[in-house]
């Protein structure tokens, strides 16, 4: 027949520290201790590592809005020479369109000794003698028997 010893065994009784530590932590009291010390260090380290990429987003934030703070200060320098330009090509342009408008409407020697032609076969008895140009100044001779024909053409060349 067999003994079986229900006691402490042995093995039970060598492993002294062992047995001290799981008592200790085999208490309910000890366990939500030990729970407790690990969430609170868990939650630090969270809590850490979320304040520690806060500040680099942060910080990355700040140098992208230097960033475009000097990229808008360019952009406005440029917009600045290109309404200039603008204003300037404007100008030209203005310039062109009167140049043009000078052109058609500017009638040449031609044009003008046509007119004053048709002037004089308007008015019968007027003789053209000379057409002189001195600077601004046009000098026309001619004679007439009658004042009143000369006057009559002087009116028309106005």
Known sequence: MLK????NSVTERQGGAVVAVDRK?????????????????????VIG????STQMAKTKAEKDLEEQKT??????VVMKEQKELEDKI????GRIS??????????GPSAVLEAMRDRIAM???LYLQSVEQAGDQVTIRGNSPDESVVTQFGRSLE
Do not use: F, Y
């Open 4 to 7: 079986i010893n229900l006691l």
């Open 25 to 45: 932590v085999g208490s309910p009291g000890s366990r939500l201790l030990l729970m407790s010390v690990a969430v609170a260090l868990l939650l630090a380290a």
């Open 49 to 52: 590592w979320d304040v520690i």
């Open 71 to 76: 990229i808008a200060a360019e952009l406005e």
């Open 90 to 93: 404007k100008s030209i342009d």
């Open 98 to 107: 009167a140049i043009k408008k000078l052109r058609d409407d500017q009638r």
């Open 123 to 125: 008015t019968p008895g």
